[in-house]
């Protein structure tokens, strides 16, 4: 059976809501972030990214592009409420919603509480819904599956749909531009123009012998994407749920080396924990040897992680339970993961953060 699955991204939400609250900043460049030259812009309005500005940007950086700005330091209390208030719209459509962060997420509408037989149709509702009940804007892709359905969010935004019905995704695929998967950052978008591919329609033309040889085991994930195939499930359950990174090295590595690129993806796992705004409380160490051995440590804290402190120290306290027959090994990938979820008090958050 063909699943009906609704992406859902709330346009610049943090922004947006900054100015719902303060009307007379409209049109404007607003920058969502504490006012520290060291810190972060946390979401820029798009007045703002006009100039340039984007989340995970420098302050500094940000303030040299678009000196005029205006600051306003986040109110996470406010935002996690109008969150949970669009949270409890998709109830009313869906049990099976897999939030991404707090503005983003994909419903299976495949069967709704509304008996509404077109995905469009529940998508163009619960986006009026949102408007209706917290004068914030959505967009929302739907398609067959999560990585088209991502895709689609993406389309017309701001405040709008995109809708890739069965029939239309090998059109749809043929002529995208690979950096549009999700995932594909600069160093894999770098290594497809290498081997001459652009679009998603030179993809489909590798075998997947092919894929699997320059990519590994992202290969395989690569052609099937390329046909548009994601079996994915939407993941309603909180607790299975794991933010993670990882990293293949070029050339295999002692274990003796691993200390330098475990600190590294920990830097990178906790930017990303950062933007979903997500903090677990169990922290995973995978490493897979040259012989494609895997090894996995776990720890599991009373308290979330807060800091990138946290989040190095336990990864190296896991590297460090690696029993000693295993030292003598080469390792070809190490991988670091946080899941265990937990609401987190948004002072104590902003505590920590500063
Ligand atoms: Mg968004």
């Known amino acids: 059976m063909t699943r009906k699955i609704v992406h859902i991204d709330m346009d610049a939400f943090y922004a947006s809501v900054e100015l719902r609250e303060n009307p007379q900043l409209r049109g404007l460049p607003v920058v969502v972030a504490w006012d520290s030259i060291r810190s972060v812009v946390v ?7 006009k100039y340039g500005l984007r989340s995970a940007m ?21 935002y996690r409420e109008v969150s949970r208030q669009v949270r409890s719209i998709f109830q009313q459509y869906t049990d099976r919603i897999e939030p991404l962060s707090l503005d983003e997420a994909y419903l299976d509408v495949t069967t709704n509480h509304k008996n509404i ?55 749809f695929l043929q002529d995208l531009p690979l950096e549009k998967i999700p995932g594909v950052g600069r160093v894999t978008l770098a290594k497809f123009h290498r081997l001459q591919m ?4 030179d993809l ?39 933010v993670s990174t990882e990293t293949t090295f ?32 169990t922290v995973t160490l995978k490493l897979k040897t ?30 460090d339970r690696i029993e000693l027959e295993k030292r003598s090994m080469l390792y070809r990938l190490i991988g670091l ?18």
């Open 204 to 242: 489909r033309q590798r075998s997947e012998w092919e894929l699997s040889y320059h990519f590994g085991r992202y290969g395989r994930r690569l052609y099937e994407l390329a046909r548009g195939i994601d079996l994915r499930e939407v993941d309603g359950n909180q607790e299975s749920q794991q």
């Open 290 to 319: 040259a012989s494609f051995r895997i090894v996995t440590r776990s720890q599991t804290y009373s308290n979330p992680l807060y800091s990138l402190d946290d989040v190095r120290q336990a990864a190296a306290m896991l590297l």
């Open 117 to 171: 037989a077109s995905a469009t149709e529940v998508a163009r509702r619960i986006r009026e819904d949102i408007f209706l009940q917290t004068s914030l804007t959505a967009s929302a892709g739907v398609a067959p599956n999560k990585f088209l359905a991502k895709i689609a969010s993406d389309w017309n935004k701001p405040n709008g749909m995109c809708v890739i019905p069965p029939s239309k995704v090998q059109l």
């Open 198 to 201: 652009k679009t998603v329609g």
């Open 58 to 78: 420098s302050v500094r950086r940000a303030r040299e592009l678009c000196p005029h700005a205006i600051y306003i330091a986040p109110n996470f209390m406010l």
């Open 250 to 281: 070029d050339r295999d590595l002692p274990f003796a080396q691993l200390s330098a690129p475990l600190d590294a993806i920990a830097q990178k796992l906790w930017d990303q924990l950062l933007r979903k705004r997500k903090f677990g409380r």
């Open 43 to 49: 979401a820029a309005s798009y007045e703002a990214r």
């Open 337 to 354: 993961g946080v899941s265990t979820f937990a609401e987190v008090a948004e002072d104590e958050l902003q505590m920590s953060l500063l």
